[in-house]
């Protein structure tokens, strides 16, 4: 299985390909995804990358951290796992009987 990675501080042009495209000289990229808003189908300027095994992500991880791309210092880390989201909605108005 492979290694995903965080990549934030993207500009809002940077596309799948692109993503996918700077991180190939670093190894097998199995994946690479920019996430985009629901509504207005633009980048919201972060996306993810899953690399082949833990050796090519940290190589990507110490090549790309930091680095400028289009004007903007990239932000690479290893993904945390996603929170689970609550189920009751957005925090509300406390207890209701």
Known sequence: ???KLYVGNLSYGVTD?????MFQ???TVQSAQVIMDRETS???GFGFVEMGNDQEAQGAIS???GQEVT????????ARPREERSSRGNGGGGNRY
């Open 71 to 78: 004007g903007r210092a990239l932000t690479v880390s290893e």
């Open 63 to 65: 090549a790309l951290n």
């Open 25 to 27: 000289p670093h190894g």
């Open 1 to 3: 299985m492979g290694k």
């Open 42 to 44: 633009r980048s919201k």
């Open 17 to 21: 390909g692109d993503l996918q495209t």
